[in-house]
């Protein structure tokens, strides 16, 4: 499979009455067609990583670093018109509370036409008539008349259903969707999950999905990076990490959630807090919570070791040849 | 969306009702006889007959009220104390020029102010923005009648450009729209304008810095909206509350002018309650008030009908 993403080695600080270390090093690549979760606490940097890909960071206080590159472009070097037109067109993004994405004082029907009129430059009745169709996409009821409704009129899931139609109606390559689901109660859940993961398929489309949800995982990626502390830890297969998880975080993570159902668990069972990011980390970020913490991990940071393809853990233990 | 046009319409009415109610108390409120309130001290036997005609003071009062608004609907509200004269045309020219003042000022003030509050909103915490909000500070604290005195002395003593008294050449009191009525404009309407600039200033900076705040901005940029797309949005989202604010701020020059038509000899009905005040020509008071308080009533609907227009989670919810 060739990647339609590339990150590498991506660094963000964020300036300003405080210094914000957020995201450290961090290596991804997604496939064409495939959905990568990125699972991890809260302040881990999942919605930074994103944010970066579609360099929606606020420019004068962010310094950013590395290369993001997709489909072979770079495109942290992307300015004005030229990036504004990769947005919405080659990469879109949902996000997590969709009453707060869609603008309050338009209609549904005008903010999805707007887009496609924005990037193919078709008229008024065709946008229109684009935004039915996506409509009926993602399966909202009498999607003529939802067409004029406003974002209050909607409910939590209708919503979310028509920010997804919105982020797919110029067909992107790449979805973005940053904890799409977290807001919406269990079994809208899971319908919009299945309607993602549909979509997907259909359009063939490579997602990266962003939640602290194992079980939201399970249902919807291909594969599964996890982060701490602006790092990834640990990636691959779900299957792989669900059976065979290497890194003590992830271990914790999982352990947390085995007691009680798998899904709609929180990742917040491991004792102690995530390090503060004043500083980048200079030795193991996870060591003051590790129960296998060794000397050596407060030396340096552990690189994230290849443990075959698709499949690497950033931990002292990990690092002896593979048996 | 006609539905709720109507309900706002007939909600007017009641609030209507109670200002002309106000209005026709305040002859109530006065101490002493009523009918000695709004007489002149030598009154004749004839216009004593009127003022019982208009008011019908021996009958109870809500029939004189009744009696009274009748009237006014009818455009009679009754003979001035000071001159004996109908109050009638006197308040609708003074009301007339005081409008025009207004509405001088509004175009003055409000584009700079929603122009400059944006920018500063959009700009923030940059030079721009700091020299705008502080501009804005400086207009609204200065004291206006002071300010009026200051662009007088500059504009019509030192360099005799504009004239600094009256609505026209020889204070004429009918206003034609040429130039020379026109220059008696200027420097009133600057002087009346700096406040509410001001306000609308720091409310449309407050706004749009709020609006820019907000996630569905961010979703904006996401969607490859441009500069341009996305500060349509925010304009829109601003304009309700920038609407309401302009809405007061018009309320306050049409009430708020009688320091700068004092300062100016503007013949408009600040000028008119002051002089009516100090006078205690009651019925002149009633009148101007009355008319006044009309427009504060209409203005409010019309902003509420535009901001029910512009968002929809007004008349909808
Ligand atoms: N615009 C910003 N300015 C300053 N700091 C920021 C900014 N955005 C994020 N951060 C910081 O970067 C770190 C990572 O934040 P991020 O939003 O990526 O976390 P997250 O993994 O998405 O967490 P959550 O699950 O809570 O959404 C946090 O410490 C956050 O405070
Ligand atoms: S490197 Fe050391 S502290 Fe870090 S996770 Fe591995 S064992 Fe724990
Ligand atoms: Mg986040």
Redesign the pocket.
């Known amino acids: 499979m060739t990647a339609l993403v590339e990150i590498e080695d991506l660094t963000?600080r964020?300036s300003?009455e405080?210094t914000?270390h957020?995201?450290n090093g961090v290596s991804l690549s997604v496939a064409k067609g495939e959905v990568l979760a990125l699972l991890?606490?809260?302040?881990?940097?999942?919605?930074?990583?994103?944010?970066s890909i579609m360099q929606l960071?606020?420019g004068r206080?962010?310094q950013i670093g590395g290369r993001i590159r997709f489909d072979g472009r770079d495109v942290l070097a992307l300015k004005g018109r030229a990036l504004a037109d990769f947005r919405g067109r080659d990469v879109a993004m949902i996000f997590?509370d969709p009453s707060l994405a869609l603008d309050p004082v338009y209609s549904i029907g005008t903010q999805i036409a707007e887009t496609v009129i924005r990037h193919e430059g078709v008229s008024r009745v065709a946008a229109r008539s684009r935004a039915l169709d996506m409509l009926k996409r993602v399966r909202i009821p009498s999607a003529e008349r939802r067409l004029d409704n406003y974002p209050h009129e909607m409910s939590g899931g209708m919503r979310q259903r028509a920010m997804i139609a919105l982020a797919l109606a110029c067909g992107p390559r790449l979805l973005l969707a940053?904890?799409p689901t977290t807001a919406l109660d269990a079994t809208v859940q899971m319908q919009v999950l299945l309607l993602l993961r549909e979509l997907q398929q259909e359009m063939d489309m490579s997602v990266i999905f962003?939640t602290?949800d194992i079980g939201v995982a399970v249902e919807i990626a291909d594969r599964v990076a996890v982060?701490y502390a602006?790092t990834i830890v640990e990636t691959g297969t779900i299957s792989q990490i669900i059976k065979d998880p290497r890194h003590p975080y992830t271990k914790g993570l999982l352990a947390a959630n085995l007691h009680g159902a798998v899904k709609g668990s929180r990742l917040d069972a491991i004792p102690g807090a995530p390090p503060?990011?004043e500083e980048p980390p200079t030795s193991c970020p996870f060591a003051p919570r590790c129960p296998s913490a060794l000397p050596v991990c407060r030396e340096a940071r552990p690189p994230l070791v290849n443990r075959g393809p698709g499949r690497a853990v950033a931990c002292v233990l990990e690092q002896e040849p593979a048996i | 969306m006609l539905g709720y046009l109507f309900s706002r319409l007939v909600s007017v009415i009641p609030v209507a009702l109670g200002v002309s109610l106000i209005c026709f108390l305040l002859v109530h409120i006065a101490p002493g006889d009523p009918l000695v309130a709004i007489m002149p001290i030598d009154a004749t036997a004839e216009q004593e007959a009127e003022m019982r005609a208009v008011y019908g003071f021996d009958k109870p009062l809500p029939v004189q009220f009744g009696i009274w608004l009748s009237n006014a609907v009818q455009g009679d509200l009754g003979r001035s104390i000071a001159t004996g004269r109908p109050v009638g045309p006197e308040v609708t020219r003074a009301v007339g020029n005081t409008l025009l003042l207004a509405a001088a000022a509004s175009v003055i003030g409000f584009p700079l102010g929603i122009f400059f509050g944006f920018m500063a909103g959009y700009l923030r915490d940059t030079v721009w923005d700091r020299i705008i909000t502080a501009s804005a500070i400086a207009g609204v604290s200065t004291p206006n009648y002071w300010l009026g005195m200051v662009l007088v002395i500059i504009f019509s003593i030192t360099w005799p450009l504009l004239p600094s008294m009256g609505a026209g050449p020889g204070g004429s009191g009918a206003w034609v729209w040429d130039w020379q009525h026109m220059r008696h404009l200027v420097l009133p309407a600057i002087t009346l304008a700096v406040v509410p600039m001001g306000i609308v200033m720091r409310t449309t900076r407050a706004l749009v810095s709020d609006i820019l705040d907000q996630d569905f901005v961010q979703a904006l940029y996401a969607k490859g909206m441009t500069r341009t797309g996305v500060l349509r949005h925010v304009a829109r989202n601003a304009a309700p509350t920038a609407l309401s604010v302009i809405g007061l701020q018009l309320g306050y020059l049409l009430g708020g002018s009688i320091l700068i038509e004092t300062v100016f000899n503007w013949p408009g009905s600040g000028y008119l309650l002051s002089v009516a005040i100090l006078q205690r020509d009651l019925p002149m008071l009633q009148g101007t008030i009355l008319v006044l308080a009309m427009f504060f009533v209409t203005l409010n609907l019309l902003v509420d009908i535009a901001q029910s227009m512009i968002d929809p989670r007004i008349s909808r919810a």
């Not at chain 1, 606490?41 to 944010?51: A, R, Y």
Request: no cysteine; hydrophobic share 35%.
């Open positions: 963000v964020f300003g405080r914000v957020a995201i991890g606490e809260s302040g881990s940097g999942k919605s930074v990583t994103l944010k960071l606020p206080r962010t997590q940053d904890e962003v602290h982060m602006g503060t990011l």
